[in-house]
């Protein structure tokens, strides 16, 4: 059976090994912490999101925990509207809207998909080799067909990999996280900009809601007290922004810098090493798709190791793989391959190992040498995933210097273009948003539906 090593155990690292299992792949995911820590507070899946993980069967376990109805939108810090819309015509343009949920909830919705015996905690990863396919770990070398990059936005495999890549810069703006009592009300998902200040609150059950604000800020800028810093800042804007602040747990307000890529990398794979996520492409989170597009990537990368993606975007049914080559072989859990074995030493299809025919093999993907090899998979997978993502990171950079600014002048014009726009396009807030909640996963009946976009 073909296997994979996935560093990383967040939403894109689980997502990928739960992908890739279903394909028939033998999984390993490696994460350095003793626990998965609920970190992160609350998280968004958003249209796009929710359509990738109805491939792995889990699209509607995600969308059971969604409390958001009514009016969303974006406020002045005095509670005007500047722009909103309704959940029901965020269902109606593209049959879902997005689930606000606790990171926690989601992850453990994902460990139960992948299988706990899957996920090795307390590892720490030291290295890869992308030629061969090793994973070094502390607790010795593993060998893998396919390694995924899921190790975060410092990731040590990309500046490994890619060492001449400068890496991500810093956006200017500092991040608060945190969760509040609902204050026996029910809170509206709403995003407040003020001058050079945002606030975004979204209830996620009758009793807990889920804040982020953020503000212009010096990098690794220290602060003694959190919840002071939040109240010196937002004390005065609209209800219930300062009394959530107020009610919160001061333990529980979790701050980081945003950083993000102004350079895209070269490419999302080198060798047998798959890049997703923030390892691939960190973004400010002003479009909430940071989360989002680790999960497209984790679903499109399965497909395409599987060899089931062109170079091109186009799906290739599984029947197609077989044309031409010496000798099909059927399911993934079929028996030992025709003259070879799943170890990857001894020769495939009757020929010495790494010079005979290309077969068809475990995970229903190409085999040279009694490996499997992802090269072609890998390249379909950077052609399908590069321009999007990268194009997301400049559209959330773009919305972040909006909220970033200051001058008084600046910030009146920004608001009234965006109410006036608001009301010239009807949906503007959903229609500005078309290229990315629109994606859907490639149709796997042979058909294409549009990988990038």
Same mark, same amino acid.
């Given at each position: 059976?073909?296997?994979?090593?996935?560093?990383?155990?967040?939403?894109?690292?689980?997502?990928?090994?739960?992908?890739?299992?279903?394909?028939?792949?033998?999984?390993?995911?490696?994460?350095?912490?003793?626990?998965?820590?609920?970190?992160?507070?609350?998280?968004?899946?958003?249209?796009?999101?929710?359509?990738?993980?109805?491939?792995?069967?889990?699209?509607?376990?995600?969308?059971?925990?969604?409390?958001?109805?009514?009016?969303?939108?974006?406020?002045?810090?005095?509670?005007?509207?500047?722009?909103?819309?309704?959940?029901?015509?965020?269902?109606?343009?593209?049959?879902?809207?997005?689930?606000?949920?606790?990171?926690?909830?989601?992850?453990?919705?994902?460990?139960?998909?992948?299988?706990?015996?899957?996920?090795?905690?307390?590892?720490?990863?030291?290295?890869?080799?992308?030629?061969?396919?090793?994973?070094?770990?502390?607790?010795?070398?593993?060998?893998?067909?396919?390694?995924?990059?899921?190790?975060?936005?410092?990731?040590?495999?990309?500046?490994?990999?890619?060492?001449?890549?400068?890496?991500?810069?810093?956006?200017?703006?500092?991040?608060?996280?945190?969760?509040?009592?609902?204050?026996?009300?029910?809170?509206?998902?709403?995003?407040?900009?003020?001058?050079?200040?945002?606030?975004?609150?979204?209830?996620?059950?009758?009793?807990?809601?889920?804040?982020?604000a953020t503000d212009l800020s010096p990098a690794g800028a220290v602060h003694a007290d959190e919840r002071e810093?939040?109240?010196?800042?937002?004390?005065?804007?609209?209800?219930?922004?300062?009394a959530l602040i107020r009610a919160s747990d001061n333990a529980r307000i979790l701050r980081n810098d945003l950083?993000?890529?102004?350079?895209?990398?070269?490419?999302?794979?080198?060798?047998?090493?798959?890049?997703?996520?923030?390892?691939?492409?960190p973004m400010t989170p002003n479009l909430g798709q940071g989360a989002c597009q680790a999960i497209e990537d984790?679903?499109?990368?399965?497909?395409?190791?599987?060899?089931?993606?062109?170079?091109?975007?186009?799906?290739?049914?599984?029947?197609?793989?077989?044309?031409?080559?010496?000798?099909?072989?059927?399911?993934?859990?079929?028996?030992?391959?025709?003259?070879?074995?799943?170890?990857?030493?001894? #020769? /495939? @299809?009757? =020929?010495?190992?790494?010079? !005979?025919?290309? &077969?068809?093999?475990?995970? $229903?993907?190409? *085999?040279?040498?009694?490996?499997?090899?992802?090269?072609?998979?890998?390249?379909?997978?950077?052609?399908?995933?590069?321009?999007?993502?990268?194009?997301?990171?400049?559209?959330?950079?773009?919305?972040?210097?909006?909220?970033?600014?200051?001058? #008084? /002048? @600046?910030? =009146?014009?920004?608001?009234? !273009?965006?109410? &006036?726009?608001?009301?010239? $396009?009807?949906? *503007?807030?959903?229609?500005?948003?078309?290229?990315?909640?629109?994606?859907?996963?490639?149709?796997?009946?042979?058909?294409?539906?549009?990988?990038?976009?």
């Amino acid at each position: 059976m073909a296997r994979a090593v996935v560093i990383g155990g967040g939403i894109g690292g689980l997502t990928a090994g739960i992908a890739l299992r279903r394909k028939g792949w033998d999984v390993i995911v490696l994460e350095r912490a003793p626990k998965l820590e609920p970190v992160g507070s609350g998280v968004a899946v958003a249209a796009n999101a929710l359509k990738a993980l109805d491939v792995i069967g889990l699209g509607d376990r995600v969308r059971k925990l969604s409390r958001i109805q009514g009016q969303v939108g974006v406020r002045h810090q005095n509670g005007r509207w500047l722009t909103h819309t309704t959940e029901d015509k965020a269902q109606k343009l593209y049959g879902d809207s997005v689930v606000i949920l606790l990171r926690a909830d989601l992850v453990d919705v994902l460990v139960e998909g992948l299988g706990h015996e899957q996920l090795r905690l307390n590892t720490t990863v030291t290295g890869v080799d992308a030629d061969r396919g090793v994973v070094r770990t502390g607790d010795g070398d593993m060998e893998a067909d396919l390694i995924v990059a899921a190790d975060g936005i410092h990731s040590a495999t990309r500046t490994a990999l890619f060492p001449e890549h400068p890496g991500p810069v810093y956006s200017g703006v500092t991040a608060w996280r945190g969760l509040a009592p609902a204050l026996d009300r029910e809170i509206q998902s709403t995003e407040t900009w003020g001058k050079g200040l945002l606030f975004g609150a979204h209830q996620l059950t009758g009793e807990l809601v889920y804040y982020y604000a953020t503000d212009l800020s010096p990098a690794g800028a220290v602060h003694a007290d959190e919840r002071e810093e939040l109240l010196r800042r937002f004390d005065g804007w609209h209800d219930p922004i300062p009394a959530l602040i107020r009610a919160s747990d001061n333990a529980r307000i979790l701050r980081n810098d945003l950083y993000y890529f102004d350079t895209p990398l070269p490419a999302m794979h080198r060798g047998r090493v798959a890049l997703i996520g923030d390892a691939a492409h960190p973004m400010t989170p002003n479009l909430g798709q940071g989360a989002c597009q680790a999960i497209e990537d984790a679903i499109i990368l399965a497909l395409a190791a599987d060899g089931e993606l062109t170079v091109g975007g186009e799906f290739r049914a599984r029947g197609d793989l077989n044309a031409g080559a010496a000798s099909p072989v059927g399911s993934p859990l079929d028996g030992d391959l025709t003259g070879g074995d799943r170890s990857g030493e001894g #020769p /495939v @299809a009757g =020929g010495s190992a790494g010079e !005979g025919p290309v &077969v068809r093999g475990p995970a $229903t993907a190409w *085999l040279t040498g009694g490996r499997v090899d992802v090269r072609d998979g890998l390249a379909a997978y950077t052609a399908a995933r590069l321009e999007r993502t990268a194009g997301i990171v400049r559209m959330a950079m773009t919305v972040c210097k909006v909220t970033k600014l200051r001058n #008084p /002048v @600046a910030v =009146g014009l920004r608001n009234v !273009g965006v109410a &006036v726009a608001s009301r010239l $396009t009807p949906d *503007l807030m959903l229609r500005s948003m078309n290229e990315i909640l629109g994606w859907r996963p490639p149709a796997q009946d042979g058909s294409d539906q549009g990988t990038t976009g």
